[in-house]
Structures are given as C-alpha cells and as structure tokens.
C-alpha cells in the first residue's frame, strides 16, 4: 500500500474525525479509508485514533501525524509541482478559512474567478470566526479581519485596509435621536462585536485626534452579521467595516452615526501556518488575491459614496 497516500487518507479522517466524511471527500469506500488507517496503524506501530461507536479521536501519535503529515504531503507536492511548473498548471485542493459574511459575499466571487483562471485548484471554503488552529483544521490559509493580530506564530500576509462606521437605522434614530459626539454614545444602545471590542470601547479618529468610549447595549455578538440584522431592525447602533453595510446605507435602510468621526479601520490579512515553503497551490491564490484587493474597483467598493 502506498505509505503517502495512507497518510493522505489519514489526515481527512483526523480533521473531521470521521471516516464517513473521509470517505465521502475523497470518493472512497468507508471500509478503503479504515483499512488505509489500519494498515498505517500497523506498519509506524502506533495507534492514531481512539475510535468508540459514536466518536473518533485523535491520540498524542495522531496529532503528531496530522501535524507533520501535511507538511510531508505539502514538501511532496512542491517537488512534483516544481517539476511540472514549466508546462502545467498547480492544481490540488485548497482549504481556505474566513468570517461568515466575509466568506459568503465577498471573497465567494473572488474565488469564482480564481476557479476560472485555475480550473485544477479545488477551493474549499470554510466559514469561521478566525480563532480556528490552522494546522489542526487542515486549513492552507484564513483570511481574517482585524484592527490587529494577536498570533505571533504565524505568518500573515496584509491584503487591504478598510474602514469602518457607525450606523442605525431611521426608525432608531428618530425615537432616539442623533448622537452629537462620541460621548452621547454611553446613552445609546450600542451593539458591540465580541471579538473586536472584547472591552466594550470604540475607539475614533477626528479633528482632535484619537478619542475612546466605553459603550452597552442589550446584544452582542461574535459575528458582524446579527449585528447587523438588529440594526436594520432598529434595535440600535453597531460598527461595522464599510464593505459590509455598503449597500444599506445606499438604500437608506441604515445611516451613518456621527461622521465626523472615523472608527478605527480594520485590516485584511492572509494567515498561513508557520511553514517555510508555501505549496504552489496557496502562492498562485495568495498572489490572486492580493492583485484582487489591488484593483481600482475594490477602493470603490469599500468606500461609501
């Protein structure tokens, strides 16, 4: 039996700790990918997964693999793709993670036309909240939103700047009015993203400089997305980078916050594990997207009008 491709199988069974999903993803017979683990088991003389009825995990031996074993198949992959590069295409499957709404209405056309300059290169697309570990969820790369990084082990790449603002809908605002200055926002319902605003406090740019406020409000979230949605509903007001309220402030179903104050903008970074060789596979959608974010209609789109 093949030891790499073992390994292979092994590594799709132990990021969706399933067999089931193995087998499924790869196209295989479920009793082909056990007995793959079985005689992978056999031959390094470990035990990789603790299987019971209903669950599967991984054991010490088996973190190492997964681990390690991407990195062997990723080392393999470019040998044979450095050979090919001259007159073929890199092809393979690429796992990609990203926010939820991000995901799936902005970087979804992006990756449609990547799909389309390179057919061989499968996309699989994973919606998270960016605190997944790479190595252990099989990702190639996240593309995370943040005002900052705080994982210093890996290795991130910054495709764009974005800014952010404040908004409401009309009905919120007309029962509760406009807020003046930063600090009028202390009597307002402010719904707060849990992860970009751990704290509660907004911080701003304006004439004077940086200013920060602490804020409440009766909804929190983890995702920009609910936030939102309540906006829209009138539940109050929330922050939220540009390209993601764009076309609600355009149709007037949200207005903007206090505009002569800027929220601190976010950046857009491409995060890889921390590998010294990039496969090919990730470098060509690296380049693709960074070449994306580059162009004159990605600053239209993200700035409001």
């Not at 470990?46 to 010490?60: A, D, H």
Request: glycine fraction near 6%; charge should be positive; proline fraction near 6%.
């Amino acid at each position: 039996m093949d030891k790499l491709r073992a390994i292979e199988v092994f590594i799709e069974v132990a990021q969706g700790l399933s067999f089931s999903k193995a087998a499924q993803s790869l196209g295989m017979a479920r009793g082909n990918v056990t007995k793959h683990v079985a005689w992978l088991e056999q031959t390094m003389g470990v035990q990789l997964l603790t299987r019971t009825t209903k669950s599967v995990s991984l054991t010490e031996s088996g973190l190492s693999l997964l681990e390690n074993g991407r990195e062997l198949l990723d080392r393999v992959e470019g040998m044979d793709a450095a050979v090919r590069l001259t007159v073929k295409e890199p092809k393979g499957m690429l796992r990609v993670g990203a926010p939820p709404s991000f995901g799936a209405f902005h970087l979804v056309p992006i990756i449609m036309a990547f799909s389309r300059a390179h057919p061989d290169i499968q996309v699989v697309l994973y919606l998270d909240d960016g605190r997944s570990d790479l190595v252990a969820e099989g990702l190639d790369m996240s593309v995370r939103i943040a005002t900052a990084l705080k994982d210093t082990s890996q290795v991130a790449s910054r495709l764009a700047v974005v800014p952010q603002v404040l908004v409401a809908s009309p009905a919120y605002l007309a029962q509760r009015g406009h807020p003046a200055d930063i600090s009028d926002l202390a009597e307002h319902d402010c719904m707060v993203h849990a992860l970009k605003s751990p704290t509660n406090i907004w911080t701003f740019t304006g004439a004077t400089g940086k200013a920060s406020v602490r804020v409440r409000g009766t909804i929190r979230a983890n995702y920009g997305e609910p936030l939102r949605h309540a906006a829209l509903l009138g539940q109050g007001i929330s922050m939220h980078p540009t390209y993601m309220v764009k076309q609600d402030l355009m149709a007037g179903r949200l207005e903007t916050v206090l505009p002569k104050f800027k929220p601190v903008g976010v950046d857009i970074y491409a995060v890889f594990p921390s590998r010294k060789n990039l496969p090919v596979r990730v470098r060509t959608f690296l380049d693709f997207l960074t070449e994306w974010f580059h162009r004159p209609d990605w600053d239209t789109f993200q700035n409001l009008p």
